[in-house]
């Protein structure tokens, strides 16, 4: 079955910085990568995600990058803001409807 | 996004109780609803694929008998925890998706927060 490894599980940066957070996968067969934001005690929240016919995805200080060869995929957090500490989650699905296999996540702190 | 409610949001119980979790998809059909399983600080783990109308898909090492799923209609499906002890306080947390090409975002319930004395 799919498994999905994220990197740093730690990460702490200064408002203004920029964050990367790195995650690979081991079926090929995956298709669809989203990531999520968690605040404490809350649900997961998309923030962004990509299909494999794309190799990169924006979405104003977000963004996503693909490498179908390497099976990785990364996600760029630009100009963070102390609202951004949460922890991200990356995940990984190989078909519409299916359930997604997760990260063991990422603890983002930014600090002002 | 798609609306996805559970209750309770939280439930306290004496260890050897059942409990169960009610995981509703208010503005869509869902054929296929997801349970997950999260310890503090650790990542969603994937219980159990809900299909409605037929029975669950249980991931290894989770005991069927023990996580009762049940998803009887399209809008709803639900998590008995039976016989419930403490280590099985965690966070449940259900999902579910429209599940075409295309639209395989998944939106994810609020949680429910288990406690067993």
């Known amino acids: 079955g799919e498994n999905v490894e994220q990197h740093p599980s730690t990460l702490s940066v200064q408002e203004g910085d920029s964050a990367v957070i790195k995650c690979t996968y081991s079926d090929s067969a995956s298709n669809y990568f989203p990531w999520y934001k968690q605040e404490l005690g809350k649900r997961p929240q998309l923030i962004i995600d990509?299909?494999?016919?794309?190799g990169e995805k924006k979405d104003q200080r977000i963004a996503v990058t693909l490498n179908k060869t390497a099976k990785h995929f990364s996600l760029h957090i630009t100009e963070t803001q102390p609202e951004d500490s949460a922890v991200y989650f990356c995940a990984a699905s190989n078909q519409a409807g299916t359930a997604l296999i997760f990260g063991k996540g990422t603890t983002l702190s930014v600090s002002s | 996004g798609a609306v996805v409610s559970q209750h309770p949001s939280r439930v306290i119980c004496k260890s050897g109780t059942s409990v169960k979790i009610e995981c509703r998809s208010l503005d869509f059909q869902a054929t296929t609803m997801f349970w997950y399983r999260q310890f503090p600080k650790k990542s969603l783990m994937l219980m159990a694929t809900s299909n409605e109308g037929s029975k669950a898909t249980y991931e290894q090492g989770v005991e069927k008998d023990k996580f009762l799923i049940n998803h009887a209609s399209l809008t709803l499906s639900t998590l008995t925890v039976t016989s419930a002890h403490p280590e099985d306080s965690s966070f449940y947390i259900c999902s579910t998706s429209e599940g075409t090409p295309g639209t395989d975002t998944q939106y994810f319930g609020p949680g429910t927060r288990l406690t067993v004395l």
């Open positions: 990509i299909r494999s016919n794309v």
